[in-house]
């Protein structure tokens, strides 16, 4: 079982940037057995991928719209991982979701989703 906690959220100007959290409360199976994922959702659109990485961190994995602005990383030992996001435009305004799997997965088919965290970015 995975328990996810997004937090960083909030409102930035257009060009700004935001570092966003997931912490995992796991049980049964180590943090480190999970691939992560970044997903975001707009009002009025599907939810999509926008960034995923590897159990040890070794790879990772982003959306043609989000590369060379946005950073995924994670700490094992925290339990955590992160979106770093720079650059930020008023089309990244959505709900951000972390999720969890022990596949790693660049679709929505993961096990395990937080509550989500809210970005909004002005124009």
């Known amino acids: 079982q995975v328990q996810l906690v997004e937090s960083g959220g909030g409102l930035v100007q257009a060009g700004g940037s935001l570092r966003l959290s997931c912490a995992a409360s796991?049980?049964?199976?180590?943090?480190?057995?999970?691939?992560m994922g970044w997903f975001r959702q707009a009002p009025g659109k599907e939810r999509e991928f926008v960034s995923a990485i590897s159990w040890s961190g070794g790879n990772t994995y982003y959306a043609d719209s989000v590369k060379g602005r946005f950073t995924i990383s994670r700490d094992n030992a925290k339990n955590t991982v992160y979106l770093r996001m720079n650059s930020l435009k008023p089309e990244d305004t959505a709900v951000y979701y972390c999720a969890a799997d022990e596949v790693l997965r660049l679709s929505s088919n993961y096990d395990y989703w937080g509550q989500g965290t809210q970005v909004t970015v002005s124009s």
């Open positions: 796991v049980s049964g199976r180590p943090f480190s057995s999970y691939a």
